[in-house]
Antibody, heavy 126, light 110 residues
Framework: QVQLVQSGAEVKKPGASVKVSCKASGYTFTNYYLHWVRQAPGQGLEWMGMINPRGGNTNYAQKFQGRVTMTRDTSTNTVYMELNSLRSEDTAVYYC???????????????????WGQGTLVTVPS | QSALTQPASVSGSPGQSITISCTGTSSDVGGYKFVSWYQQHPGKAPKLMIYDVSNRPSGVSNRFSGSKSGNTASLTISGLQVEDEADYYC??????????FGGGTKLTVL
C-alpha cells in the first residue's frame, strides 16, 4: 500500500534551517510528483512547492523562493524539504503529498493529492 | 497570489444537504478543470474528496459531489452525517503557480 512517512517533530531557533524528510513506499517513486503543503496552528493549508522525483526538477511558491529547497534521493525513495532563515511564522505542520496521477502535466489528477504524509510539526519559538 | 475565497463556516442538520463555494478568477478556477476538494478532521492529514471539479476518488461516498460555474466551484454534501463535520478546502491549478488553496470552511453538523 502507498505510504508517505515523514521525519519527526523539530524545534528550531529563529534564523536556523530545518530539513524534513518524506519516505515513499508502495509505488514507483519516480512516477509521481510530490508536493509540500504546510499548515500553521489554527490556520489553513498553504502550498509550498513540488518536486519531480524522476528528474529532480522543482517549482516553488513565490512566497518561499530563495528560502526553500526540495530534493530527492532515488536510492531511498525519499524527498526532502529544507527551509532556511526560519522565523516564528514558520511554525506549522509540514505535509508531503503525492499527486493522484502519474500522467503528464495537465492530465487528470495531476495537481490533486491522494496520499499524504502524517505531517511534521516544526516549531520556531519567538 | 490571494487564496481562493470560501465561506468561513457552514452548518447543517443530519440528513440535510449543504454546499460550500470556492470563488477564484479566470486565471484559476474559471480557467481550468483542475479543482479539488479536501476534507480535514482535527489533527489529521487532509483527505481527497473530489478532483478535476467533479470526480470522486475510489472509496469516497457518492454523497459528495462537485461542480463548477464560471469562476466558482462548489462542493455539495447530501444526507449530512455527523462524521462529515470537518474543515473543507478547495484547490485549483493557476496560471501563475501549480496549486492555490482556498481559505477553508468549517462544517458543523448540528
Amino acid at each position: 500500500q502507498v505510504q508517505l512517512v515523514q521525519s519527526g517533530a523539530e524545534v528550531k531557533k529563529p534564523g536556523a534551517s530545518v530539513k524534513v524528510s518524506c519516505k515513499a513506499s508502495g509505488y514507483t517513486f519516480t512516477n509521481y510528483y510530490l508536493h509540500w503543503v504546510r499548515q500553521a496552528p489554527g490556520q489553513g493549508l498553504e502550498w509550498m512547492g513540488m518536486i519531480n522525483p524522476r528528474g529532480g526538477n522543482t517549482n516553488y511558491a513565490q512566497k518561499f523562493q530563495g528560502r526553500v529547497t526540495m530534493t530527492r534521493d532515488t536510492s531511498t525513495n525519499t524527498v526532502y524539504m529544507e527551509l532556511n532563515s526560519l522565523r516564528s511564522e514558520d511554525t506549522a505542520v509540514y505535509y508531503c503529498a503525492r499527486v493522484a496521477s502519474s500522467g503528464r502535466p495537465y492530465s487528470s489528477g495531476w495537481v490533486s493529492f491522494d496520499y499524504w504524509g502524517q505531517g511534521t510539526l516544526v516549531t520556531v519559538p519567538s | 497570489q490571494s487564496a481562493l475565497t470560501q465561506p468561513a463556516s457552514v452548518s447543517g442538520s443530519p440528513g440535510q444537504s449543504i454546499t460550500i463555494s470556492c470563488t477564484g478568477t479566470s486565471s484559476d478556477v474559471g480557467g481550468y478543470k483542475f479543482v479539488s476538494w479536501y476534507q480535514q478532521h482535527p489533527g489529521k492529514a487532509p483527505k481527497l474528496m473530489i478532483y478535476d471539479v467533479s470526480n470522486r476518488p475510489s472509496g469516497v461516498s457518492n454523497r459528495f459531489s462537485g461542480s463548477k460555474s464560471g469562476n466558482t466551484a462548489s462542493l455539495t454534501i447530501s444526507g449530512l452525517q455527523v462524521e462529515d463535520e470537518a474543515d473543507y478546502y478547495c484547490t485549483s491549478y493557476t496560471s501563475s503557480s501549480p496549486v492555490i488553496f482556498g481559505g477553508g470552511t468549517k462544517l458543523t453538523v448540528l
